[in-house]
């Protein structure tokens, strides 16, 4: 297992990790809920997802959104066993330990901490007059009659 530092510096220079972050739906869950209680969210995903020798679905099995810690598993690389493997140097084909499960958890922490609220920007609302009218409109007077 690598050092905590030594991954979260690594996964800091990957752009595909660093594009998560929580929207505003898992924020405000995170902030109703508290970290505390979202953590043990954490510990039962991945006592189910991730803790196996041979998960279920590995590499499908966690969401891209819909619960701060899926958000959380896939920027810190804790989504999958091939991920904890690459990133973490967690063998796959065993059962998680203990101290790896806490180590997942941890790094899950650490994450979650350190997000901040997403901006949310508004949309100005679209007219009907702003729409563009279709290229093959044709005006009313150009169309002869049928009849």
Same mark, same amino acid.
């Given at each position: 297992?690598?050092?905590?530092?030594?991954?979260?510096? &690594?996964?800091?220079?990957?752009?595909?990790? &660093?594009?998560?972050?929580?929207?505003?739906?898992?924020?405000?869950?995170?902030?109703?809920?508290?970290?505390?209680?979202?953590?043990?969210?954490?510990?039962?995903?991945?006592?189910?997802?991730?803790?196996?020798?041979?998960?279920?679905?590995?590499?499908?099995?966690?969401?891209?959104?819909?619960?701060?810690?899926?958000?959380?598993?896939?920027?810190?690389?804790?989504?999958?066993?091939?991920?904890?493997?690459?990133?973490?140097?967690?063998?796959?084909?065993?059962?998680?330990?203990?101290?790896?499960?806490?180590?997942?958890?941890?790094?899950?922490?650490?994450?979650?901490?350190?997000?901040?609220?997403?901006?949310?920007?508004? &949309?100005?609302?679209?007219?009907?007059?702003?729409?563009?009218?279709?290229?093959?409109?044709?005006?009313?007077?150009?169309?002869?009659?049928?009849?």
């Amino acid at each position: 297992m690598f050092p905590p530092d030594l991954i979260v510096d &690594r996964l800091q220079h990957s752009a595909f990790r &660093r594009r998560f972050a929580l929207k505003s739906p898992e924020y405000r869950y995170l902030q109703e809920h508290g970290l505390e209680e979202v953590l043990r969210h954490a510990e039962g995903f991945v006592a189910a997802r991730l803790a196996p020798a041979h998960p279920y679905k590995d590499g499908k099995q966690t969401p891209f959104r819909g619960h701060p810690v899926f958000v959380a598993q896939h920027a810190t690389a804790t989504c999958c066993r091939s991920c904890l493997e690459k990133w973490h140097g967690i063998g796959m084909g065993q059962a998680l330990t203990t101290l790896q499960t806490q180590h997942v958890i941890d790094m899950l922490a650490r994450w979650l901490q350190d997000q901040k609220a997403p901006v949310e920007v508004a &949309r100005p609302a679209r007219k009907k007059a702003d729409k563009p009218a279709p290229r093959n409109a044709i005006p009313d007077d150009r169309q002869g009659v049928l009849f």
